[in-house]
């Protein structure tokens, strides 16, 4: 029920295309879907999040598609760019009260020149 | 900077051993949560704090403690160290009610010898 499902592991793009990562959860008491990037040796940092009842959110080059009924997100980065090379968590939350983040496996991007 | 403070930065020591990580959340936050990432792993979720106490525990070691302290900032306690337990150590900080997503510090990383 806590799970959230993250795909793929690992992604090679080429420079100025699209990346596109995957996540799946279950618990339909989840209200807030964020995503961090993560460059080595850093902590991760909060990228773009989303509420449920939107389906798209859209900040620069990185766009979350969110669709309820099937309880998937998904992160896209237009035109990526070779700075964009991290590892990118999705993750899911109830919010109010004390909330706890369920975190994604990881998705780490490569975008080559 | 993102407003949560760890400290030290980067930590060697030996098998057996104690040590104290520490962290200060960002002004105003009231939860703090620790998380250990080994290396190209995931974040895993060791405990959380709310307003100095136990909230939620998650995969953590019975040689792993932490504490939440009046002034918010919290410690975390690894003793008898082994070598698996080298990693990088993440707080992060979050907000009362109302608000989604986690602030993170830049990690303590700790290498057992």
């Known amino acids: 029920q806590q799970q959230v499902k993250q795909s793929p592991q690992s992604l090679i793009v080429q420079k100025g295309g699209i990346s596109i990562i995957n996540c799946a959860y279950e618990n339909t008491a989840f209200d807030y879907f964020p995503w961090y990037q993560q460059f080595p040796g850093k902590g991760p940092a909060l990228l773009i999040a989303?509420?449920?009842?939107?389906s798209e959110k859209k900040e620069g080059r990185f766009t979350i598609s969110f669709n309820k009924s099937a309880k998937q997100f998904s992160l896209h980065i237009m035109d990526s760019q070779p700075g964009d090379s991290a590892t990118y968590f999705c993750?899911?939350?109830?919010?109010?009260?004390?909330?706890?983040?369920?975190f994604g496996t990881g998705t780490k991007l490569q975008v080559i020149p | 900077d993102s407003g949560v403070t760890q400290t030290p930065k980067h930590l060697i020591t030996a098998t057996g051993q104690r040590v104290t990580l520490r962290c200060s959340p960002r002004?105003?936050?009231?939860?703090v949560y620790w998380y250990q990432q080994s290396l190209d792993q995931g974040l895993q979720f060791l405990i959380q704090y709310y307003n100095g106490e136990e909230r939620a525990k998650g995969n953590i070691l019975e040689r792993f403690s932490a504490q939440q302290f009046p002034d918010l900032h919290s410690e975390l306690n690894l003793s008898s160290l082994e070598l698996g337990d080298s990693a990088l150590y993440f707080c992060a900080s979050s907000a009362s009610t109302g608000m989604g997503g986690y602030t993170f510090g830049s990690g303590t990383r700790l290498t057992v010898v």
């Open positions: 989303i509420r449920p009842d939107v």
């Open positions: 002004s105003g936050d009231l939860s």
């Open positions: 993750a899911a939350e109830t919010i109010g009260g004390y909330q706890k983040v369920t």
